[in-house]
């Protein structure tokens, strides 16, 4: 989990610096070591609770070269690069024949982890990365939404994971197998 939460974290930096916006290289986010990536607080969760985060990659919206799209493709850059390392590892997985027992797990643990961040980043909830979606597609009429979110969003993340983990289950277990489906894996 430390190196998918790392390479998503890594893919926003990138994606802020593609575009034009030197902070993430200035504070040193351009990289791919963990240490730069990982939250204290977020990395103890891991081992305690098993679930995590990441320190958010500080990026300036006005140094983008894409001001209008800017922001989305620097928050969707990190659930991208997870759907990427699942991809990648459900095609290792079709070569399964090639790994032994532990290799295997560890494969198919690092598929179900990235599909999870991928999908679970993708809810328009601060402080994940598919609330940066809801500035683009919200009439400016609607941005007040937003300022909601931006308020009470952490409290409703935390209600939403006690309420509906096992919905959440549900929903991201069939686009894991999906995926490994596509790649030959199943």
Request: hydrophobic share 55%; proline share 7%.
């Amino acid at each position: 989990m430390i190196g998918a939460i790392s390479l998503h974290e890594f893919a926003h930096a990138l994606a802020a610096d593609l575009q034009g916006d030197r902070m993430p290289r200035a504070l040193g986010r351009l990289t791919l070591n963990p240490a730069k990536h990982l939250d204290p607080l977020g990395t103890l969760c891991i081992f305690l609770v098993g679930f995590g985060w990441g320190k958010p990659v500080p990026f300036r919206p006005e140094a983008l070269s894409s001001k209008r799209f800017g922001a989305a493709i620097v928050a969707l850059a990190g659930p991208a690069m997870n759907l990427v390392l699942a991809i990648a590892t459900a095609f290792l997985i079709r070569l399964s024949g090639l790994f032994a027992g532990s290799v295997w797990y560890f494969l198919q643990l690092f598929l179900t982890i990235n599909v999870w961040l991928a999908v679970f980043n993708l809810i328009p909830v601060p402080p994940l990365d598919g609330s940066r979606l809801l500035t683009i597609f919200l009439p400016p009429a609607k941005q007040k939404i937003v300022f909601f979110l931006d308020r009470y969003g952490f409290m409703i993340l935390l209600a939403f994971l006690f309420f509906a983990g096992n919905t959440l289950t549900r929903f991201l277990n069939p686009i894991t197998a999906a995926i490994l489906h596509l790649a030959g894996a199943q």
